[in-house]
Nanobody
Framework: QVQLVESGGGLVQAGGSLRLSCAAS????????MGWFRQAPGKEREFVAA????????YHADSVKGRFTISRDNVKNTVNLQMNSLKPEDTAVYYC?????????????????WGQGTQVTVSS
């Protein structure tokens, strides 16, 4: 079992940057593929980015490709999401999630553990 705690959200102007972090408890963090999802008011949760358990394979949604970068540190038990060139449409609650599998998934149904979320608001 793993517990996830996100941090780093906040209010930023369009074009700005934020770095989200997700701290995981437990000694088996490297056993989990990790993902970031987001949910805007009135919308379904959507995939943002994911990374394999070793960190050698990443995948980003088309909507954030070239602007967001996912990374992980299996020593510090953290997964990060660097967000640059933020747009108002990036406004959402961002969640990190853990999947007990080598490879990532873009489906939220494939993830076993979730953090509580962190709010990101991008003003125009």
């Amino acid at each position: 079992q793993v517990q996830l705690v996100e941090s780093g959200g906040g209010l930023v102007q369009a074009g700005g940057s934020l770095r989200l972090s997700c701290a995981a408890s437990g000694r088996t963090f490297s056993s989990y593929a990790m993902g970031w999802f987001r949910q805007a008011p009135g919308k379904e949760r959507e995939f943002v980015a994911a990374i394999s358990r070793r960190g050698d394979i990443t995948y980003h949604a088309d909507s954030v490709k070239g602007r967001f970068t996912i990374s992980r540190d299996n020593v510090k038990n953290t997964v990060n999401l660097q967000m640059n060139s933020l747009k108002p449409e990036d406004t959402a609650v961002y969640y990190c999630a853990a999947r007990s599998h080598t490879f990532y998934s873009t489906s939220s149904y494939d993830y076993d553990y979730w953090g509580q979320g962190t709010q990101v608001t991008v003003s125009s």
